[in-house]
T-cell receptor, first 115, second 113 residues
Framework: EAGVAQSPRYKIIEKRQSVAFWCNPI?????LYWYQQILGQGPKLLIQ????????DSQLPKDRFSAERLKGVDSTLKIQPAKLEDSAVYLC?????????????FGEGSRLTVL | AQSVAQPEDQVNVAEGNPLTVKCTYS??????LFWYVQYPNRGLQFLLK??????LVKGSYGFEAEFNKSQTSFHLKKPSALVSDSALYFC???????????FGRGTSLIVHP
């Protein structure tokens, strides 16, 4: 079974530029999450999708971050314009169902460096 | 509200010795508890979870965790550490009414040969 795919693995940009990250979840997984992991911290949820609908985006900085999952499969996370404090690893995860008891399956992450 | 604390930034242990990585939690309802491991430049991998039942949960790679309701703890353990166990370990919690897990800040486990 293929895992969660993410690209690019690494991205370096200057502040005020834009960047986009792509995620392809495990086949059949209805729930998709984007997490931000700053160095030395645990993952922090940015947004959760159930199929192609947003379930929770309360911690997404909507003035600069946006995410979509148009066909209920792949997802894209965009940052525009980027700030220095956005330097982090962006993790995509998926789960089979939207249940509290289910574990998440993570991709390898996209490391963003903002100069 | 739900939260999780990992009181140790780093745990050092000699190969072959038992290891413990600590986790305490706070939830308003029933807790669902998870441990994940992260190797360098990789995503998080699921190790084990506690949902209900036996307080001692067994997981991947010989790890186990003990759920203690009175102490609100879910410590990760392994009887004999391997150098290859060196990684970042994250505890996560969901309460019964939440679909979103909250992660701790992680504990770096270093196993010395």
């Amino acid at each position: 079974e293929a895992g969660v795919a993410q690209s690019p693995r690494y991205k370096i940009i200057e502040k005020r530029q834009s960047v986009a990250f792509w995620c392809n979840p495990i086949s059949g997984h209805a729930t998709l999450y984007w997490y931000q992991q700053i160095l030395g911290q645990g993952p922090k949820l940015l947004i959760q999708f159930q199929n192609n609908g947003v379930v929770d985006d309360s911690q997404l900085p909507k003035d600069r971050f946006s995410a979509e999952r148009l066909k209920g499969v792949d997802s894209t996370l965009k940052i525009q314009p980027a700030k220095l404090e956005d330097s982090a690893v962006y993790l995509c995860a998926s789960s089979l169902e939207r249940q509290p008891t289910g574990e998440l399956f993570f991709g390898e992450g996209s490391r963003l460096t903002v100069l | 509200a739900q939260s999780v604390a990992q009181p140790e930034d780093q745990v050092n242990v000699a190969e072959g010795n038992p290891l413990t990585v600590k986790c305490t939690y706070s939830v308003s309802g029933n807790p669902y508890l998870f441990w994940y491991v992260q190797y360098p430049n990789r995503g998080l991998q699921f190790l084990l979870k506690y949902i209900t039942g036996d307080n001692l949960v067994k997981g991947s790679y010989g790890f186990e965790a003990e759920f203690n309701k009175s102490q609100t703890s879910f410590h990760l353990k392994k009887p004999s550490a391997l150098v290859s166990d060196s990684a970042l370990y994250f505890c996560a919690v969901r309460d019964g009414g939440s679909y979103i897990p909250t992660f701790g800040r992680g504990t770096s486990l270093i196993v010395h040969p």
